[in-house]
């Protein structure tokens, strides 16, 4: 990094944070400071809703992702756009209508206050974890790239994020969002047109999909229905359906945006805007990993793109093997470049044959330089089992820093940045409110000022402030960034869904076998996420975990009939 990106790094950031507190200081009241006094159009909504998925891990991680696996990733998308449908017409109506500051205040009108605890306290736990992972993603790839210290950037973007969020509440949050989106992006836009101008003269778009599909790196759909891949178009349109209806209609980060739409059909024009861009965003997203993985076809990769890991072999007693499998992977690389040139000849000349043949050429050297990164991978966990042998996260930004002009390389760094704290943020002013509403005030003997609350709501957003850092700092980096959030998300997401459905659809079961049914479902899904997905390496799960949600939904409905039937009948004896 220069000097000047330094510079643009830092303008855009403390830009971003000095608007924020400067347009939304000063909140009246707890509805203004939660709500954002209900003023938001819905390109606001939609643009905040879009920011709070959007963490750095979904810049650092998904090119990484594309890189190695290709675009099937974008099938954990296919379930959004329907759940955004389903959240129109039945979430945001009732909501509105309640008039509530929280989604599980909804459950305490439904049922008892011990289920909108469960569920509060559930959200806690889980949106806990993640905005601790979502400081510390950045940190630590940053810091193996930067020379940073981790623990220094968790502060720096932890301090950024609170600063904001604890002065101005919700309208912090979504004003700041438009920026960060606009600033994440442009600087997608800038590193597409960059990869693409990178390519040999002679590699066109068109070329660069078809060397790409000879790697199968775009096998965009797979209707196979064996449960243990993670991604296919089913498990998108299932455990994908169900983990959005979850995130986007119970989870507070999320709900809170659009609650301070100007009216129900301000939320809704937001939520439809966020489904109709979604898809196409992480399509592009992914396509950005897919033409990085063909400009490497043409030019030197590492071994493994994770530089702390390289230095920790290399200063380690396999320095020597690591370094032979070095030197077959650049002698690979050659055969690979001179394979593209051929595939990219013949497909001029049109022979079908010819093109098969070179296919097949190129896909058998992709297959031993594959297996040479897996060797390193075995190389690097004999030297420390706590260092990180999965690279994915590392792909793209060992991309920019050795490829991007001086001075964008600072604003791609500021997209980084940026896609941490807009989702840092939203997690925050969710577990601030949550806290204040759900379980603080609610357990208040007396009547108090609306200020108190309001007071209660920056303190409490503080705290998490606080927590999300201290976690970012002791947390331990586990498989692929955006894989790991979506794990903790499917963990507990189907369960609180199912109390959603079943307080939305099936009037006739009532508090105490829906409370029951929750706990014994969250033990469940739990004990079916050790024993079938986190026991196993990386690709040879029992069960893709997108599957968690709909099995945690199901379970807690199927339970919660059970059990209200069992009262029913066992009251009916009685009489």
């Known amino acids: 990094?220069?000097?000047?990106?330094?510079?643009?790094?830092?303008?855009?950031?403390?830009?971003?944070?000095?608007?924020?507190?400067?347009?939304?200081?000063?909140?009246?009241?707890?509805?203004?400071?939660?709500?954002?006094?209900?003023?938001?159009?819905?390109?606001?909504?939609?643009?905040?809703?879009?920011?709070?998925?959007?963490?750095?891990?979904?810049?650092?991680?998904?090119?990484?992702?594309?890189?190695?696996?290709?675009?099937?990733?974008?099938?954990?998308?296919?379930?959004?756009?329907?759940a955004m449908v389903i959240i129109c017409i039945v979430f945001v109506p009732i909501y509105h209508k309640l008039k509530v500051y929280t989604a599980y205040e909804f459950l305490e009108n439904r049922f008892d206050i011990k289920t909108r605890s469960l569920a509060a306290i559930l959200f806690l736990i889980q949106r806990g974890l993640a905005a601790g992972i979502t400081i510390y993603a950045p940190s630590i790839i940053l810091s193996a790239v930067l020379g940073i210290e981790v623990k220094t950037l968790n502060i720096i973007i932890g301090i950024l994020v609170i600063i904001y969020t604890v002065s101005g509440g919700t309208k912090a949050v979504s004003v700041t969002q438009k920026q960060q989106m606009f600033v994440i992006m442009t600087g997608m836009f800038i590193a597409f047109y960059l990869v693409m101008s990178y390519l040999p003269n002679?590699?066109?778009?068109?070329?660069?999909?078809?060397?790409?599909?000879?790697?199968?790196?775009?096998?965009?759909?797979?209707?196979?229905?064996?449960?243990?891949?993670?991604?296919?178009?089913?498990?998108?349109?299932?455990?994908?359906?169900?983990?959005?209806?979850?995130?986007?209609?119970?989870?507070?980060?999320?709900?809170?945006?659009?609650?301070?739409?100007?009216?129900?059909?301000?939320?809704q024009l937001g939520l439809i805007f966020n489904g109709l861009l979604k898809v196409p965003m992480q399509f592009f997203i992914l396509l950005v990993g897919v033409m990085v993985f063909v400009f490497y076809q043409y030019n030197h990769s590492p071994l493994n793109f994770n530089p702390v890991a390289v230095e920790a072999v290399e200063q380690s007693v396999y320095a020597d093997e690591y370094h032979e499998l070095e030197r077959e992977h650049k002698a690979l690389e050659k055969d690979k470049k001179m394979?593209?040139?051929?595939?990219?000849?013949?497909?001029?000349?049109?022979?079908?044959?010819?093109?098969v043949s070179a296919k097949k050429q190129i896909q058998e050297i992709n297959k031993k330089e594959r297996e040479s990164r897996e060797e390193a991978r075995a190389l690097i966990q004999k030297v420390d089992k706590d260092l990180e042998t999965n690279d994915k996260d590392y792909v793209f930004i060992h991309f920019i820093l050795n490829n991007?002009?001086?001075?964008?390389?600072?604003?791609?760094?500021?997209?980084?940045?940026?896609?941490?704290?807009?989702?840092?943020?939203?997690?925050?002013?969710?577990?601030?409110?949550?806290?204040?509403?759900?379980?603080?005030?609610?357990?208040?003997?007396?009547?108090?000022?609306?200020?108190?609350?309001?007071?209660?709501?920056?303190?409490?957003?503080?705290?998490?402030?606080?927590?999300?850092?201290?976690?970012?700092?002791?947390?331990?980096?586990?498989?692929?960034?955006?894989?790991?959030?979506?794990?903790?998300g499917?963990?507990?997401?189907?369960?609180?869904?199912?109390?959603?459905?079943?307080?939305?659809?099936?009037?006739?079961?009532?508090?105490?076998?829906?409370?029951?049914?929750?706990?014994?479902?969250?033990?469940?899904v739990i004990l079916i996420y050790y024993f079938a997905i986190h026991r196993y390496a990386p690709g040879q799960e029992k069960l893709g975990y997108l599957w968690l949600n709909f099995i945690g939904c199901a379970m807690v409905i199927a339970i919660a009939i059970i059990f209200e039937a069992i009262n029913r009948t066992t009251n009916v004896i009685k009489k």
């Not at 991604?231 to 359906?241: C, N």
């Not at 394979?339 to 093109?355: C, G, P, T």
């Not at 959603?500 to 409370?515: C, D, E, P, Q, S």
């Open 490 to 524: 499917s963990i507990f997401y189907g369960n609180v869904l199912g109390i959603f459905l079943i307080a939305f659809f099936i009037k006739f079961i009532r508090g105490n076998a829906v409370f029951i049914s929750a706990i014994i479902t969250q033990i469940a």
């Open 1 to 82: 990094m220069e000097v000047i990106d330094w510079i643009v790094l830092a303008s855009t950031l403390l830009f971003i944070v000095g608007y924020g507190y400067w347009r939304t200081k000063g909140s009246k009241d707890v509805s203004d400071y939660i709500l954002a006094g209900k003023e938001a159009k819905w390109y606001t909504v939609g643009l905040s809703v879009m920011a709070t998925q959007a963490s750095a891990i979904t810049f650092l991680s998904t090119p990484g992702q594309a890189f190695h696996d290709g675009m099937g990733f974008v099938q954990f998308y296919f379930g959004l756009p329907l």
């Open 404 to 488: 991007i002009p001086t001075g964008l390389m600072g604003l791609l760094f500021a997209v980084i940045f940026s896609a941490a704290m807009s989702s840092t943020a939203s997690e925050l002013n969710a577990l601030g409110t949550i806290t204040t509403i759900d379980l603080f005030r609610r357990r208040q003997k007396k009547e108090r000022a609306d200020k108190y609350y309001l007071s209660a709501s920056r303190w409490f957003t503080l705290a998490w402030g606080i927590i999300a850092i201290l976690f970012a700092n002791f947390a331990s980096l586990l498989d692929n960034l955006i894989q790991l959030v979506n794990i903790i």
């Open 339 to 355: 394979a593209q040139e051929h595939f990219s000849a013949v497909l001029d000349v049109k022979d079908y044959h010819l093109i």
């Open 202 to 267: 002679d590699i066109t778009f068109s070329k660069a999909l078809k060397i790409a599909g000879a790697n199968d790196k775009l096998n965009i759909l797979d209707f196979s229905l064996n449960p243990k891949s993670r991604y296919t178009f089913w498990s998108g349109i299932t455990g994908g359906l169900f983990l959005a209806l979850a995130y986007f209609g119970t989870d507070q980060s999320q709900v809170q945006r659009y609650l301070s739409g100007k009216s129900v059909r301000e939320s």
